[in-house]
């Protein structure tokens, strides 16, 4: 299964670098929220691919949704086609392909590859996590004043700027620097592999964080809710780190719930 889903992000990160090269349509799900030919056409060259070796698995990919029925092994294939939609529309190079699997509601196995470094970061449960085959680890920053932090925002910022911007104003006090990327894969990524050593966000989607969530474990890191409780991947609310600051982490953010 691991060695599909490394195909599977390969062939559709060329599909995406072809597409960009190319020029694509692009149209508003929302006022903000983009979905491009290229996170379509990604998105069904992977579910094509994983059907024909896997019938009897579901699938839940962002712009298809769910498919199929829970066979016996109860396998979920979770995919974001393009996670960086508007990094890509606007020629940014920082999005990924995202493909992580799930069973039992716990990610077993991930892949996420970044076509324009051409990195892929894989991971299965139990076996460690790798980047272009080699073993990563987390950072081993363990004081929040020398760390590095990353977070993004969901498309209803607009709505609810008022609630994700403190969590800003305090990172931003209390560490060595805070940055938005624009893409919750490869922000997880930068967790696992020590480029990064927090990441925070509320309003992801099961397949913003399937694949990272396993990755990150395997890297030694730690994820939880943004309330310290056991992450779930169908809960919105998402705080990984390299495992040192998440106490830290976590009491900043408890410190904002007195202020209201
Ligand atoms: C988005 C990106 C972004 C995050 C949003 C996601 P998409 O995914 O990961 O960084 O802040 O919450 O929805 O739409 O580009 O696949
Ligand atoms: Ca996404
Ligand atoms: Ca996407």
């Known amino acids: 299964m691991i060695d599909l889903a490394i195909r599977a992000a390969r062939e ?3 599909i995406l670098q072809d597409y960009a090269a190319r020029g694509f349509q692009i149209e508003n799900k929302g006022r903000i929220n983009l979905v491009t030919e290229a996170d379509l056409a990604s998105e069904r060259h992977i579910t094509q691919l994983i059907g024909s070796h896997f019938p009897s698995h579901r699938i839940l ?5 769910a498919s199929g029925h829970p066979g016996e092994d109860n396998y979920v294939w979770i ?3 393009l996670d960086g939609t508007t990094n890509y529309s606007h020629g940014f190079p920082c999005y990924a392909v995202s493909i992580g699997i799930e069973r039992h509601g716990k990610a077993v196995a991930g892949v996420i590859y970044d076509p324009t470094r051409d990195e892929l970061f894989a991971a299965e449960r139990g076996a460690g996590a790798t980047l272009n085959g080699n073993k990563i680890r987390v950072s081993a920053v363990d004081h929040l004043e020398r760390a590095l932090v990353v977070s993004g925002f969901p498309y209803d910022v607009r709505e ?3 609630e994700y911007l ?3 104003r305090e990172f931003l006090k209390h560490t060595q620097g805070a940055r938005r990327l624009g893409a919750a894969a490869i922000d997880m990524c930068c967790v696992a592999s020590g480029r990064m050593d927090g990441f925070w966000e509320n309003g992801l989607n099961p397949w913003d964080t399937a694949a990272g969530w396993v990755i990150i474990e395997e890297a030694g890191g730690r994820v939880t809710k943004l309330d310290g409780s056991p992450f779930d991947n ?6 990984c780190t390299n495992g040192a600051i998440h ?8 410190s904002l719930k007195n202020e209201r």
């Open 61 to 65: 990919a962002e712009e298809g949704g």
């Open 79 to 81: 995919i974001d086609p």
């Open 234 to 239: 169908y809960s919105a609310s998402l705080l």
């Open 12 to 14: 559709a990160g060329a």
């Open 247 to 254: 106490d830290q982490m976590l009491a900043v953010l408890a």
């Open 160 to 162: 609810r700027m008022e």
């Open 166 to 168: 403190p969590a800003w």
